[in-house]
């Protein structure tokens, strides 16, 4: 297994975050700084800014992420728009995405696993648990799972 994030040949593991919110955006920051782990978090304030880092990865003009940590509710492209593309690209399709979001309706997290989303969590209120589970994550999807 690999721990702490980091990924065969030594590189650290890569997560996109695409979320709108800054104080959400500083909390993952802060959350995976905590964990000890090597990993690097690429982020995309807006879903549009997101398709834009997407379209750059597929040219080979910026790092294939690990994972992409998104938010549904943005402003310019939603986390669907984003899900779709990534879920419906040959190229990106095998990227886990993790939904991250306060939406706790049974619409979103149907639509989103309709979409290919590999995991919904809802984002906790409390600033522990959200900690805790922005961790969890990391340790899950960069330290116990095999990606590609």
């Keep these: 297994m690999l721990r702490n994030g980091s990924r065969p040949g030594g590189r650290p593991a890569r997560i996109l975050l695409v979320e709108d919110s ?11 700084a905590e964990s000890g782990g090597d ?31 998104l938010d549904l509710n943005m402003p310019r492209a939603s986390g669907v728009d984003v899900l779709r593309r990534v879920k419906g690209d040959p190229e990106l399709r095998t990227i886990p995405v993790v939904v991250f979001s306060t939406s706790r309706s049974d619409v979103d997290v149907a639509v989103a696993y309709e979409c290919g989303a590999n995991a919904y969590v809802v984002k906790p209120l409390d600033l522990q648990r959200f900690m805790t589970v922005v961790r969890s994550i990391e340790e ?3 330290g116990v799972v095999r990606l590609p």
């Design 39 to 69: 990993t690097e978090l690429l982020h995309a304030d807006d879903g549009a800014a997101a398709l834009d880092v997407l379209d750059e990865v597929v040219a080979g003009h910026y790092p294939r992420p690990d994972v992409v940590l």
């Design 22 to 32: 800054v104080a959400d955006h500083k909390l993952v920051e802060m959350a995976l």
């Design 140 to 142: 899950h999807w960069t």
